[in-house]
């Protein structure tokens, strides 16, 4: 099985901040990584598919990238509505599966 | 409105039983894959299980020979069987949309679960 590994755990940073989260899987995906956003009793929601492609409706301060087995998160300038838990996830093997362990981002 | 409302769940014994049902407005399940994923209290996601829009099934291996993922096209809804019901099994549990894009650059397939719903919780415990 593919392993998933973020970090950090977890992660304190400031409104305005640039926020950078890893996302490492135990062997090549190639660029099949997909990032999620969990708000507090809310379901997941799709951020970024393909490492780098950007879901529809996705404020343009979410980006994604690598390729391989090393893959990030970046966000360009903290809001407050992105303090959030952060989920990466490989769509490389079938059947799908493959969530790391998560970022949880708290505000400073 | 593309939209997924889960429901079924709730308090059960250990060894118990339950079904998880999901249903889809805006879209055909049939035509799609179709997962369920949980979060245990506190804990991170993990994916149970999938059905492809063709029919074949996998799980995890947590669940593998208990649970059991099925659809109904007739009702558009999505289902999770779940038997012999473990205390480890406490969870909210979410169906999801895995959507197939395709990369016209390279046309390579790739999977991303694009629709959720809100989740159902189950609670395993005497």
């Known amino acids: 099985d593919i392993q998933m590994t973020q970090s950090p755990s977890s992660l304190s940073a400031s409104v305005g901040d640039r926020v950078t989260i890893t996302c490492r899987a135990s062997?090549?995906?190639?660029?099949?990584l997909n990032w999620y956003q969990q708000k507090p009793g809310k379901a997941p929601k799709l951020l970024i598919y393909a490492a780098s492609s950007l879901q529809s409706g996705v404020p343009s301060r979410f980006s994604g990238s690598g390729s391989g087995t090393d893959f990030t998160l970046t966000i360009s300038s903290l809001q407050p509505e992105d303090f959030a838990t952060y989920y990466c996830q490989q769509s490389y093997s079938t059947p799908r599966g493959g969530f790391g362990q998560g970022t949880r981002l708290e505000i400073k | 409105e593309v939209q997924l409302v889960e429901s079924g769940g709730g308090l059960v014994q250990p060894g118990g039983s339950l079904r998880l049902s999901c249903a889809a407005s805006?879209?055909?399940?049939?035509?799609?894959?179709m997962s369920w994923v949980r979060q245990a209290p506190g804990k991170g996601l993990e994916w149970v299980s999938v059905?492809?829009?063709?029919?074949?099934?996998y799980y995890a291996d947590s669940v593998k020979g208990r649970f059991t993922i099925s659809r109904d096209n007739s009702k558009n809804t999505l289902y999770l069987q779940m038997n012999s019901l473990r205390a480890e099994d406490t969870a909210v549990y979410y169906c999801a949309r895995e959507f197939r894009w395709e990369n016209l650059k390279s046309r390579y397939y790739y999977y991303y679960m694009d629709v959720w719903g809100k989740g159902t919780t189950v609670t395993v415990s005497s």
């Open positions: 062997q090549s995906i190639s660029s099949y």
């Open positions: 059905i492809y829009s063709g029919g074949s099934t």
């Open positions: 805006g879209f055909t399940v049939s035509s799609n894959y």
